[in-house]
């Protein structure tokens, strides 16, 4: 008699159909696990399955059963009925496919790179409120990208203090000024009294430029201190909050996103400890899957790296991210990506940041192109004239970049950019 039923959840003459779920793993099995062994614990543990035979089990079960139908090296696809997903329920999604399976003692690596969302999944989620064109007519800004800084260092400044670098910031061109993922409501910096503060320089600012400008006010706190807050901020006229949408977790998100887009704002994504889970190739979830979720439950832009700043990322996961988010259709890279087809869900931007200095600005946009948040923050309060020429300089070195220009060349009428070159040449942060 068997004990377990393992082999049952793997079917490789299986083919998915349009309203089954998809997702893509690597794996690698544990010592004297095969791996049709390892993929099948992977499919059971993710669906219907438990570690033995049951005593009854009825015929219908065998309709909701995972398959993993496709074992390509260390990679293995597996597909799920449409059946075993709540609909409009992310959090409960990643019950499943992103769940018990990382602790199995079978397997001594997992990771699941990516998920095929059928349209039958997906037409339970909203998406953003406003995709990437809405955000654009919010902030009246077109043909290059939006820009913002975080004042530095990240936390330590009053909420004076941080405003005034917030107008400088502004003064110097920038559309955001964005808090960093640590500053909340602290002791030497409350989140009403920034709220208040920005406000006032946020009206001078755009009186003195007659440009948009706008903030990303960090929310984050238990949910219903992330409603009371966000009702602040569109109390005082601003368009945007943030949220550090890993550690406030997928509901959260979900609840605020409903909760700001009635009230008129966008989210922010910042991904604080998304590497926790995505760093080692070998295990975790990757950073493209988070981004998809977060599209999917509606976020306005995630962070995805820069390639050429102080995080780690590739060029390559840059563009498979910047795809996830802004792309209708994106096409399979082999054991890197799957299909998918966004059918009514609207765009998100992406935002590259993180040890970004005018001198690197060229080699994000070659990555990108316009259609992203850029954010320099340390690359415009180090420069050696000040915030505001800071963010001077890298508005220049944007303007160089969509004329064709060299920075050296732009820096021969740009005193601004000039100086930023002096300073830091074309050096890419460890």
Known sequence: MAIDWYQEFVDLNHTPGPDEL?????????????????????ASESSTGTWTTLFTLPPRMRELQAKAFEIEGNYVKIAYPLALWEEGNAAQLLSGIAGNVFGMKALSNLRLIDATLPAGYLRHFKGPEFGIEGIRDMMKVRGRPLTGAVPKPKVGFTAEEHAQVGYETWMGGFDFVKDDENLTSLSFNRFEDRVRAMTRLRDKAEQETGDVKSALINITADTETMKKRAKMLADHGWNYAMIDVVVAGTAAVATLRDYCSDLGLAIHAHRAMHAAFDRDEKHGITMQFLAKIMRLIGVAQIHTGTAVGKLVGTRAEATLLADVLREKQTKAVEHAALDQDWGKIKSAFPVSSGGLHPGLVPDVLDIYGTELVLLVSGGIHGHPKGTRAGAMATMQAIEAWKDGETLDEKAKKAPELEEALKKWGYYKPK
């Open 22 to 42: 998809v997702a893509l793993y690597y794996f690698e099995p544990a010592e004297g696990i095969s791996k049709e062994e390892a993929v099948g614990r992977i």
